[in-house]
């Protein structure tokens, strides 16, 4: 697949988007890298996906314009897919059309999360085409997001637990005729270096994709 990958942003992206663009080549697919996300404004016709690891916010004046949200919308309405990673869905705060692309994710100044470290990712539904060849628990050093903005109608299938209450980390969903995969995990270089987070990539992009 022609994959078309953004990122840039307040977050330690230097690390985890050249650990995305291996495993993604190495199984097979061709990835563009973009920090400007210029692409966004133009033709996305030889794009197969949309992959978002990527913060974009005023703060770090890297926000997407009007054109590019515009292009990003027409783009996954009209059949594209996306696959949005960790907080990528805060992005573009204050354009509310971006939570129900993604089906939800983090608020900024609102959600929260532990430290960074160790802790047990679980999948519930093991039938989910996100879960396949993903082991029904696994440890992973990252974040478990909490508080997020879950919008309506997504199909949740793995979730953390923090202070006993069960948080959403994986869903998919559909905007327009595109599909979406949002995987809230691979904070840093090393999370997204955990066999199990990069299976659950590589499962977004053929699902969106298929």
């Given at each position: 697949m022609n994959l078309l990958l953004l990122t840039g942003g307040k977050h330690p992206y230097?690390?985890?988007t050249p650990v995305m663009t291996k495993f993604l080549q190495d199984a097979g697919h061709t990835v563009t890298v973009s920090e400007s996300a210029d692409e966004l404004a133009g033709s996305l016709d030889s794009f197969d996906a949309i992959v978002l690891n990527t913060l974009r916010q005023p703060a770090t004046e890297n926000d997407l314009s009007d054109e590019k949200r515009g292009g990003l919308k027409s783009y996954v309405e009209n059949g594209g897919g996306l696959v949005s990673v960790h907080i990528s869905a805060a992005?573009?705060?204050?354009w509310t059309e971006m939570k129900k692309i993604t089906g939800g994710g983090w608020v900024l100044g609102e959600s929260w999360h532990p430290p960074f470290g160790w802790f047990k990712v679980f999948v519930d539904n093991a039938s989910h085409p996100l879960?396949?060849?993903?082991?029904?628990e696994f440890w992973t050093y990252d974040e478990c997001y909490c508080g997020l903005d879950i919008q309506p109608g997504i199909d949740v299938f793995m979730h953390g637990v923090v202070e006993g209450e069960d948080k959403p980390l994986g869903w998919s969903h559909s905007y327009g005729s595109g599909k979406v995969a949002n995987i809230a995990l691979g904070h840093a270089g090393s999370s997204q270096l955990q066999p199990q987070f990069q299976q659950l990539i590589l499962n977004s992009v053929n699902y969106v994709t298929g």
């Open positions: 230097e690390e985890s992005s573009c705060p204050d879960a396949a060849g993903v082991d029904s």
